[in-house]
Structure formats: C-alpha cells, structure tokens
C-alpha cells in the first residue's frame, strides 16, 4: 500500500519503477490530487511503468503484478477474501480517499505481510492507518526528508514512530522488494 499528497505522481512511479513486472503482490495506492486528474494520473502510470496501472473496482479480485489506484471520492481499501473495498464513508482528516483507511484495511487484513509505503504530503494522513499496520506485524517506510517535495505526511509517520525505515526515494523499491521476499 503506497500513499502520497504533493509531489506524489512522479515519487510514486520513481517507486512503481523500481518494481519488475512479475512482481507478485498487487499495490493499492492512495494519491491525493484534484478532482479529473484521477484517470490521467492512472493512463501516464501505465503506460511508463512495466506493471499495470488501472483504477480499482469494487470486489474485483487484487492480482499481483497490478497497480490499484483509488477511485476518485472513494476510500480504498481490501476485503478479507483478498478484493478491492471501495467507500464512500466521510472523509478522514479531510481526505477521501484516506492514506489511513487504505492503510487500516490492507494491515488489519495481510498483518505481517503488509507494506505501507508513506511518501511526500503535507499533513498527517496515514499516521493513523501505518499504525494499525505495524501493530499487524506489516512493515512501514516513510520517504526521507531529502528527497520529498513536502515532508510533512513521511515526517508524521516518522515522528509518530510507526515508520521502521525512512530512506531516500531510490531506496524504497529496494526496500519494498526485501520486505516482499520475508
């Protein structure tokens, strides 16, 4: 599970491209932007990245080597039979969708084999959710200071002591790929 506010679109798919095509987990993703940007975000995604990218459908089956991202004004998140979970609950610190419910719902369903990825933000949004996360036994990475645009959602999970690592950009795929192996 990747999240990300200001500067997201490009930190996300410097991370989705450091992941080869078979990799073998899906990757739900939260990105906060503007209303009609959605789809554009998912097309330019798709088409410079070797995973495939598409926007998530309620109760279809999450696959591995598929990119999931949030619908607009929809939280995303994942049912306990392994689908994407789409909802329109009230937004969560003003977000809908909410870094925090998607990282809730993949940690209270995967436990110790989540992956909650914070990028650059402002806010909090994620904190919250990396929480539950990390209680589950999953693994959390927060962006560094250095190479986020706003290190403000990173700096929260990193203050909150919920991120186990907090590394450079280029790092993170790396760091994603050693968690998925344990």
């Known amino acids: 599970a990747i999240a990300a506010s200001t ?45 495939r990218v598409k926007i998530a459908q309620q109760g279809e089956p999450l696959k591995g080597g598929v990119v999931y991202v949030a619908p607009e004004d929809r939280h995303l998140g994942m049912s306990k039979e392994g689908c994407a979970f789409l909802s329109s609950e009230a937004p969560i610190g003003g977000f809908r969708p909410s870094a925090s419910y998607l990282f809730e719902s993949v940690g209270s369903v995967c436990h110790g084999s989540a992956i909650g990825v914070i990028l650059t933000g402002m806010g909090n949004d994620g904190v919250a959710g990396l929480q539950t996360l990390r209680t589950n036994g999953g693994h959390v990475i927060a962006q560094d200071e250095a190479t986020s645009v706003i290190y403000g959602m990173p700096a929260a999970a990193v203050e909150a002591g919920v991120a186990q690592r907090s590394l450079a950009l280029d790092k993170i795929g790396g760091d994603i790929l050693r968690a998925a192996r344990r």
Do not use: Y
């Open 7 to 51: 500067g997201g679109p490009p930190a996300i798919r410097e991370v989705l491209s450091s992941l080869p095509a078979d990799f073998d987990s899906p990757v739900l993703i939260v990105q906060h932007i503007a209303s009609g940007f959605t789809t554009g975000f998912v097309s330019w995604l798709d088409t410079s990245i070797d995973l």
